[in-house]
């Protein structure tokens, strides 16, 4: 994307009653001048305008609810309105929005009233000799207001063509000339002001513009109306979040717009440095930028790219859906309204003079919605005639057949609630069956019986138990008092050994025999200390050791039996108790 606009300020003109007012006081404090391209320098403009009045909380459809209300779709576009009827119709927007938000999300309708009405006052006064229509209101509420850009070039286009759907010229020149109000209202003049020959230059080749090919503004926007599609991307990408660094701030994290340098191998701005001409290093203004309003990680970009190039995604996709090219129809009432002869010529010249003669041309008005309320009129005096003289019409059958429809429906709801409530009472039934209750375990005396003798096994366990571990415990008593004598004869032994030892008593100590190695004990006393093994490990006392071996070894295996007979008894208990509750409720 090269960005090659100039940097075009409106110093000299200024419009008429602009300074003093307090939304153009605010946005002289947002210094957005000091943004060089002037398509950025606009839609920021006109997005701080939004956003102050709230009016990015108002969607088209909510607009054109509104303009309904107050009766402006039933006059001409070039009829003019009064402030006060524009103050009406800007302060019920704001009233309904405060009804729709959340409790957590709270405006003020007056002060959002107050600042819409005076920048739509400023940017009327902009021109000379201007006033304010129903034009220039629908203009500039379709403009600032939110939602989607589609649908208000849809509403835009629904003004400005005919009763064929195809644009007329002369509403969209009147359209752009209320619409480029706006940016000319901001000191944006110069740049997007309003010139005769604007409206052909955005379709300098069709003769015929139908609703597709006025869509395309999205995609290849004129430059009269660059910003206008500028403004809904930047709302868009208000929160996104970029996790890469600007190469001239510095800043940890691009939010908005991220611009890259095609020639700068890396070089990337923020959103602020590059609208301001911010530059370093080898990169240069003149360089060609690429605009990215997401974030894709490297393999993300892969995939996408492997699947264009298999054929899974299309390369380029639309830019707005296609719509049909002929106008949507109002609805036709008159074959469900009842023929009705005119009775006289005063009421055909009633009738005649009563269609304005708007509708009588080729020209899209608002005609026809006044001749639906007619048609329905008609047919509620038809329905009143007849049942006044007590003719019951053909259609009552109707209303007898949907009457007895009724009836069957509600018959068969009541029996569904039946059906329903028994269903509820024998689950219940079921449940209460198949929990056991304690009362009745209570009143079986086999069963007591054999809780009482289960609890005695278990008591006789436990005292075999705790009189096995007492005995275990004295003979771990006895035999560190047995550790404890013999390493008193030993030390004993060796101050009785003469002074200078033998040369195979020093290769004995120094280094063991093989034999000794052969007849040490393969079970090692792991919870005895090494004075104990020493004193086992000599040949004179090899039975006492091997006495006191065999005891801890009985006494570990009758621990054992024990544990395991407890184990047992609790799981035969287990088992009857769940055969008993199996035989309860059987």
């Given at each position: 994307?090269?960005?090659?606009?100039?940097?075009?300020?409106?110093?000299?003109?200024?419009?008429?009653?602009?300074?003093?007012?307090?939304?153009?006081?605010?946005?002289?404090?947002?210094?957005?001048?000091?943004?060089?391209?002037?398509?950025?320098?606009?839609?920021?403009?006109?997005?701080?305008?939004?956003?102050?009045?709230?009016?990015?909380?108002?969607?088209?459809?909510?607009?054109?609810?509104?303009?309904?209300?107050?009766?402006?779709?039933?006059?001409?576009?070039?009829?003019?309105?009064?402030?006060?009827?524009?103050?009406?119709?800007?302060?019920?927007?704001?009233?309904?929005?405060?009804?729709?938000?959340?409790?957590?999300?709270?405006?003020?309708?007056?002060?959002?009233?107050?600042?819409?009405?005076?920048?739509?006052?400023?940017?009327?006064d902009c021109e000379p000799e201007s006033r304010l229509t129903v034009l220039s209101v629908k203009a500039m509420l379709s403009i600032l207001c939110g939602g989607k850009l589609i649908d208000k070039l849809r509403y835009v286009f629904s003004q400005v063509s005919d009763s064929k759907g195809v644009m007329v010229l002369s509403k969209f020149d009147n359209f752009l000339r209320e619409a480029l109000k706006l940016p000319t209202a901001l000191h944006e003049g110069p740049s997007f002001g309003y010139t005769h020959t604007v409206a052909r230059s955005c379709f300098p080749q069709q003769k015929r513009v139908m609703l597709n090919m006025f869509l395309d503004i999205v995609a290849e926007p004129p430059e009269c109306l660059v910003w206008l599609p500028l403004m809904h991307r930047m709302a868009n990408v208000e929160h996104v979040y970029h996790p890469v660094s600007c190469s001239y701030c510095r800043s940890n994290g691009i939010t908005g717009f991220r611009y890259r340098c095609l020639r700068c191998r890396g070089y990337q701005l923020c959103q602020n440095c590059f609208w301001r001409g911010n530059a370093s290093g080898s990169h240069s203004n003149q360089h060609q930028m690429k605009e990215h309003s997401s974030w894709k990680s490297p393999a993300k970009k892969f995939g996408r790219a492997l699947s264009r190039t298999l054929g899974c995604v299309s390369s380029r996709e639309p830019p707005h859906p296609?719509?049909?090219?002929?106008?949507?129809?109002?609805?036709?009432?008159?074959?469900?309204?009842?023929?009705?002869?005119?009775?006289?010529?005063?009421?055909?010249?009633?009738?005649?003079?009563?269609?304005?003669?708007?509708?009588?041309?080729?020209?899209?008005?608002?005609?026809?919605?006044?001749?639906?309320?007619?048609?329905?009129?008609?047919?509620?005096?038809?329905?009143?005639?007849?049942?006044?003289?007590?003719m019951i019409p053909t259609r009552s059958i109707n209303f007898d057949v949907n009457k007895q429809k009724r009836e069957l429906i509600a018959q068969l709801e009541c029996k569904n609630r039946e059906i329903l409530a028994e269903i509820k009472r024998l689950r219940a039934e079921h449940d209460a069956a198949c929990?056991?209750?304690?009362?009745?375990?209570?009143?079986?005396?086999?069963?007591?019986?054999?809780?009482?003798?289960?609890?005695?096994?278990?008591?006789?366990?436990?005292?075999?138990?705790?009189?096995?571990?007492?005995?275990?415990?004295?003979?771990?008593?006895?035999?560190?008092?047995?550790?404890?004598?013999?390493?008193?004869?030993?030390?004993?032994?060796?101050?009785?050994s003469p002074s200078r030892p033998s040369p195979s008593t020093v290769r004995s100590a120094g280094a063991p025999s093989p034999q000794a190695h052969m007849y040490l004990p393969q079970d090692s006393l792991a919870g005895v200390g090494g004075d104990v093994q020493e004193a086992f490990a000599?040949?004179?006392?090899?039975?006492?050791?091997?006495?006191?071996?065999?005891?801890?070894?009985?006494?570990?295996?009758?621990?054992?039996?024990l544990v395991r007979e407890l184990h047992s008894d609790e799981g035969r208990e287990e088992e009857e108790r769940l055969l008993n509750g199996k035989d309860r409720a059987g």
């Open positions: 994307m090269v960005m090659a606009e100039g940097a075009q300020r409106d110093r000299g003109r200024v419009a008429p009653r602009a300074e003093g007012r307090q939304i153009f006081v605010e946005l002289g404090e947002q210094n957005f001048d000091s943004i060089c391209l002037s398509t950025y320098r606009t839609a920021c403009k006109l997005r701080f305008i939004q956003k102050r009045c709230n009016l990015h909380l108002i969607d088209i459809y909510n607009v054109i609810e509104a303009v309904r209300d107050a009766g402006l779709n039933a006059v001409e576009l070039n009829a003019g309105i009064s402030v006060t009827r524009l103050e009406n119709l800007v302060s019920s927007l704001f009233n309904q929005l405060s009804k729709r938000l959340p409790t957590t999300h709270i405006i003020n309708p007056q002060e959002s009233t107050v600042l819409l009405i005076e920048f739509i006052l400023a940017a009327v296609i719509y049909p090219e002929e106008p949507e129809r109002t609805l036709n009432l008159t074959n469900i309204v009842p023929s009705r002869p005119i009775g006289n010529t005063s009421e055909a010249m009633l009738l005649s003079s009563s269609v304005p003669e708007s509708s009588k041309s080729g020209v899209d008005s608002p005609s026809r919605q006044d001749e639906e309320h007619k048609l329905i009129a008609r047919y509620t005096s038809r329905l009143a005639e007849t049942e006044s003289t007590g929990q056991p209750s304690p009362e009745r375990g209570s009143t079986n005396p086999a069963l007591l019986a054999e809780l009482r003798q289960l609890r005695q096994r278990k008591d006789e366990l436990e005292q075999r138990m705790s009189s096995l571990q007492e005995s275990r415990r004295e003979l771990m008593v006895q035999l560190e008092g047995l550790m404890k004598l013999l390493k008193a004869q030993a030390a004993g032994s060796s101050h009785a000599q040949g004179p006392r090899r039975n006492l050791r091997n006495d006191l071996l065999v005891a801890a070894d009985s006494i570990t295996n009758t621990v054992s039996s």
